[in-house]
């Protein structure tokens, strides 16, 4: 009983800390200075945003908790048996709330990656398997533009090569929305397809792959990029686009020097806007190459079964002749290609993070 004490006042200790911090963003976010810097106003009101949820669950707390020490006083008491009676319906009742608002209140205060929240940059690419590589590559691309457009989400094409036979060589596009890299980063691997090739005139089942990278979108802040280090290369665009598509030098070709990374776009008829477009996807991708170190680290650490920093891992199997989508590192097969393939993938998304949480709890575990 003293560890449920004790878990108890350590819970109501954190959400104490947790309403300080809530009073002073709800201060903050009505300061005319906060309001009139823009950037700093759109953090501050996600922060709010994010606490308010656990204020809620906060101020449920300790209605159960206070409920329940109701309850107990009136059941101590005896005097009144019908009264008793009521008492005990509602310790039970409030006994079985409990230990699932704990839980809940656990997972919410689980520290969030402060990437989660950001924009991202996704890039897909077709891998072994000819042509049928580059139709796979179109479909995951579809699939995901369809899915970002479930959400509410706006996509914007920054670069793209097209297969001979349809599809895409390779493509890359931003995501712009609410917590999208924190939702797509699990993503990120090595997509395999099980299926007869449109190309394929014998019928036999081919096994072809697609590369899917997610970048958080890094502002100028996140990572600074010397333009010394950084060849700049202009070309005539190719693609949809009319007339000027072949006659102006307005596509960009960015080359960092140290580590020679290159970033490009020819989304834009304007020069200056596909720069723009580069240099962000290039922040994005130097950012990004320092956080997959950190997040291989921290899933070596921790034993991680999802982590979005293994770019070559084979993490999804689409099989089309028996209609399944697995998820090799959660062992999570679904008989549902063709609703997932045109878009739902939110159940995988859902326990992938879910794994993801429940590995960040036990790490934590000890402080509750």
Same mark, same amino acid.
């Given at each position: 009983?003293?560890?449920?004490g004790? #878990?108890v006042h350590?819970?109501l200790?954190?959400?104490?800390? =947790?309403?300080q911090?809530f009073?002073e963003?709800?201060? $903050?976010?009505?300061?005319p200075?906060?309001?009139s810097?823009?950037?700093?106003?759109i953090? $501050?009101?996600?922060?709010?945003?994010?606490?308010?949820?656990?204020m809620?669950? &906060?101020e449920?707390?300790?209605?159960?908790?206070?409920?329940?020490? %109701?309850?107990?006083?009136?059941?101590?008491?005896?005097?009144d /048996?019908?009264?008793v009676?009521?008492?005990?319906?509602?310790?039970?009742?409030a006994?079985?709330?409990?230990?699932?608002?704990?839980?809940?209140i656990k997972f919410?205060?689980?520290?969030?990656?402060?990437?989660?929240?950001?924009n /991202?940059?996704m890039?897909?690419r077709?891998?072994?398997?000819?042509?049928?590589a580059?139709? *796979? /590559?179109?479909? $995951?691309?579809?699939m995901? #533009?369809?899915?970002?457009?479930?959400k509410?989400w &706006?996509?914007?094409?920054?670069?793209?090569?097209?297969g001979t036979?349809?599809g *895409?060589?390779?493509i890359?596009? !931003?995501?712009e929305?609410?917590?999208v890299?924190g939702?797509?980063?699990? %993503?990120a691997?090595?997509h &395999?397809?099980?299926r007869v090739?449109?190309?394929?005139?014998?019928?036999?089942?081919?096994? #072809?792959?697609?590369?899917?990278? =997610?970048?958080p979108e890094?502002? %100028?802040f996140?990572?600074?990029?010397?333009?010394?280090?950084?060849?700049?290369?202009?070309?005539?665009?190719?693609?949809?686009g009319?007339?000027?598509v072949n006659?102006?030098y307005?596509?960009?070709?960015l080359?960092?020097?140290p580590?020679?990374?290159v970033?490009?776009?020819?989304?834009?008829?304007?020069?200056?806007?596909?720069?723009?477009?580069?240099?962000?996807? @290039?922040r994005?991708?130097?950012?990004?190459? !320092?956080?997959?170190k950190k997040q291989a %680290?921290d899933?070596?650490k921790r034993?991680?079964? =999802?982590?979005?920093?293994d770019? #070559?891992?084979?993490?999804?199997?689409?099989?089309?002749?028996?209609?399944?989508v697995?998820?090799?590192?959660i062992? $999570?097969?679904?008989?549902? @290609?063709?609703?997932i393939?045109d878009?739902d993938?939110?159940?995988?998304?859902?326990?992938?993070?879910?794994v993801?949480?429940?590995?960040? @709890?036990?790490e /934590?575990?000890?402080? *509750?």
């Amino acid at each position: 009983m003293q560890k449920l004490g004790q #878990s108890v006042h350590t819970m109501l200790e954190k959400l104490q800390i =947790v309403k300080q911090r809530f009073d002073e963003v709800s201060d $903050l976010i009505i300061q005319p200075d906060i309001i009139s810097d823009q950037k700093r106003y759109i953090q $501050l009101n996600k922060e709010y945003k994010d606490l308010r949820i656990l204020m809620d669950k &906060r101020e449920e707390y300790i209605t159960v908790k206070g409920r329940i020490e %109701e309850a107990d006083e009136i059941i101590q008491d005896g005097s009144d /048996a019908e009264m008793v009676e009521m008492a005990k319906m509602q310790m039970e009742e409030a006994k079985g709330r409990l230990p699932k608002l704990e839980e809940e209140i656990k997972f919410l205060l689980v520290p969030k990656d402060p990437e989660d929240a950001k924009n /991202a940059v996704m890039e897909i690419r077709a891998g072994t398997g000819g042509d049928e590589a580059s139709i *796979f /590559a179109g479909d $995951l691309f579809r699939m995901y #533009s369809k899915y970002c457009e479930s959400k509410g989400w &706006r996509t914007t094409t920054v670069d793209f090569s097209e297969g001979t036979s349809g599809g *895409f060589k390779e493509i890359q596009f !931003e995501i712009e929305g609410e917590d999208v890299y924190g939702t797509l980063k699990f %993503e990120a691997g090595v997509h &395999r397809v099980q299926r007869v090739p449109q190309t394929e005139t014998q019928g036999r089942v081919h096994t #072809s792959a697609a590369t899917v990278m =997610v970048f958080p979108e890094a502002e %100028e802040f996140d990572i600074e990029v010397d333009p010394k280090d950084v060849r700049i290369d202009y070309f005539c665009s190719s693609g949809p686009g009319g007339q000027s598509v072949n006659t102006t030098y307005s596509a960009v070709r960015l080359t960092h020097e140290p580590t020679g990374i290159v970033a490009q776009c020819q989304d834009q008829k304007s020069q200056h806007k596909n720069k723009e477009k580069a240099f962000k996807v @290039l922040r994005s991708r130097l950012y990004d190459m !320092e956080l997959a170190k950190k997040q291989a %680290e921290d899933a070596a650490k921790r034993g991680s079964m =999802v982590t979005s920093g293994d770019r #070559s891992a084979k993490i999804r199997t689409y099989n089309y002749p028996q209609g399944r989508v697995t998820d090799h590192r959660i062992n $999570l097969t679904l008989y549902d @290609l063709g609703n997932i393939i045109d878009g739902d993938v939110q159940r995988i998304i859902d326990e992938l993070q879910l794994v993801s949480n429940t590995e960040k @709890l036990k790490e /934590a575990g000890e402080t *509750f």
